[in-house]
């Protein structure tokens, strides 16, 4: 079953939108997957650490990160009931108290392998991740996986357990005060041998990357130039999504272009001859898997090479062992979807050009409280339904986020003002239309903001995939006002013989006369039907107890796991 590790996991404390009769809990077991959701590198409280220990530099997370793809048959994030005061912000405050997490008084020691197996209780918890050692024993009740799957890394190099979950996860930043030094050199070693080291030089492609297609099925680059424009041109070699695949960034004279063909990514990344205007065309033959994009310069003249290699250049990796790459957008408008909904209009810069395929979510980054936040989010379309034309046409991102006023990350963005900076991630997931190119039924079964994914997926199914004869969305809130677009889509499904909704709520008010209840197998089996020479897909997004449940009744029901899609958060 592919499922997608994450689309819009909002607040991780308050993950409450959908009809689960399981709550917020999941027995979904991975290792560190609800460490602070959201937070990324923080280099500024560490340069003091790394240059007195002298830590490699290396990219966070490491090229061998595991992130985004959870095992099969695991649907969720195996998270517990925290004690009051215990919350995400309650950690921060106190790593910030001042008080010795690490019993060594502030110093910083060399830990051999033999003295990290010592500290494998409850209260007393070291670990390594990456080298680096933290006594974590005092992180034990803040911790959203519960005690258990934090002792799995007690007094062992937890980093390849680690690295199982998302990238956007910063240990570095959260345990920072936690830091008890880092490996002795025979240890490291032994790390290294799990983990391989980034390459010397930012040019080759990294060494944790596994076999890769034959080297005459790697993409190629080349360029051409007038006058007044340079003009790169991709040959990727292979047919190229019609979604939409390539993310190009040019600013200050450094050209940044991925281009994503199926779980591989090809990168250029250059520092340019010569000064450019920060505008940037790109053309794709998706038949012939061609890509040009076109440059135009700051001054007429000829130049006599294109530009010289920055890190990861010309490189062809595997997607999920490519770091993270933000850009600041600008937020244009934010627009009130229902009572605490709101539709975020980021505009990109000048010099980017991003489609973000349907099925795949961005990540935005803000600074709170000292310590970088991070949070996925699934774009939708301004307007529902949106004419396929119309979307190619639109170059600004549009999220719908559900504001939590106890949350973390949302109150922040709800503060911005028109004209405000964001930071906001390329394109991830690993959700593919091409298993849907044959199917005739598609079901879409969605809670709260669960929802977004399904929007666009809409859309693709009715007007880009004739196969699919009938799409049904089954879409539980817990009452009326929280159904999100519920005009749009009671209008759609009026005017289109292709589309069904069905709504279920789980605490109706007395004048509601539609489903009741939260996800069982009643709902399911009277909702979704495989009918005789039928192909039928279904698409799950919700809370990770809602996932988790609703993917078991599917499986009980008959559905086979190369029939099921988890969008998980």
């Avoid at 007044?228 to 695949?245: A, D, E, M, N, Q």
Wanted: aromatic share 8%.
């Amino acid at each position: 079953m592919p499922a997608d590790n994450q689309t819009d996991s909002e607040e991780e404390e308050e993950e409450d939108d959908g009809g689960s009769e399981g709550g917020n809990s999941s027995s979904v077991v991975t290792f560190f997957s609800s460490l602070i959701s959201g937070f990324v590198r923080k280099w500024g409280c560490f340069r003091t650490v790394h240059n007195m220990l002298n830590v490699p530099t290396q990219s966070f997370p490491a090229p061998s990160s595991q992130q985004r793809i959870s095992p099969s048959g695991q649907s969720g994030r195996n998270k517990v009931a925290l004690k009051p005061g215990h919350s995400l912000m309650d950690w921060i405050r106190f790593a910030k108290s001042g008080k010795d997490l690490t019993g060594l008084r502030g110093r910083l020691i060399e830990v051999t392998e033999e003295e990290l197996r010592k500290h494998n209780r409850r209260e007393d918890c070291w670990t390594c991740i990456r080298g680096m050692v933290y006594n974590v024993s005092a992180y034990m009740d803040y911790h959203p996986g519960g005690e258990e799957e934090l002792m799995k890394a007690a007094g062992v190099d937890g980093t390849e357990l680690f690295d199982q979950v998302h990238r956007w996860v910063n240990y570095e930043s959260m345990l920072k005060e936690c830091l008890v030094g880092r490996m002795s050199t025979k240890a490291a070693t032994a790390v290294r041998a799990i983990i391989p080291p980034p390459p010397v030089t930012g040019l080759a492609s990294p060494t944790s990357v596994a076999p890769l297609p034959d080297k005459d099925s790697r993409p190629r680059y080349d360029w051409f130039q007038t006058d007044g424009t340079v003009h790169l041109v991709v040959y990727t070699r292979r047919k190229i999504p019609s979604s939409g695949c390539t993310t190009v960034d040019l600013k200050a004279g450094v050209l940044r272009l991925e281009v994503l063909l199926g779980k591989m990514s090809y990168m250029i990344h250059l520092r340019l001859s010569d000064e450019v205007e920060e505008n940037v065309a790109v053309h794709t033959a998706f038949s012939v898997g061609k890509i040009q994009v076109s440059i135009r310069k700051g001054t007429h003249g000829k130049w006599a090479s294109l530009g010289q290699p920055l890190e990861s250049h010309n490189t062809f990796v595997r997607q999920k062992d490519r770091a993270l790459f933000y850009r600041d957008c600008v937020l244009v408008s934010k627009t009130e979807v229902n009572h605490n909904t709101y539709l975020f209009r980021l505009q990109l810069p000048a010099g980017t050009v991003m489609h973000v395929p349907v099925g795949k979510h961005v990540y935005l980054k803000a600074l709170i409280q000292d310590v970088e936040v991070v949070r996925p989010y699934t774009p939708v379309e301004h307007i529902f339904p949106a004419a396929s034309k119309n979307w190619s046409q639109e170059s600004d991102l549009y999220l719908m986020i559900k504001v939590y006023p106890g949350g973390v990350f949302t109150p922040h963005l709800s503060s911005l003002s028109v004209g405000d900076r964001v930071a906001v991630s390329s394109p991830e997931g690993t959700f593919s239309l091409r298993p849907l190119r044959d199917v005739t039924n598609l079901y879409l079964i969605a809670a709260g903001t669960g929802f977004t994914p399904m929007a666009r997926l809409i859309r693709a199914a009715l007007e880009d995939i004739e196969t699919i004869g009938n799409t049904k969305l089954l879409f539980f809130n817990r009452r009326e006002e929280d159904i999100l677009w519920r005009f749009e889509l009671d209008e759609l499904a009026a005017n289109n013989d292709r589309f069904q909704v069905e709504h279920v709520l789980s605490e109706p008010s007395e004048r509601w006369t539609g489903w009741k209840g939260q996800v069982n197998e009643p709902i399911l089996a009277e909702m979704l039907s495989k009918p005789d020479g039928s192909k039928s897909y279904v698409c799950v997004c919700g809370p990770a107890a809602f996932t988790e449940l609703t993917l078991g009744l599917l499986k009980h029901q008959g559905f086979s796991e190369q029939e099921l899609h988890a969008f998980q958060g």
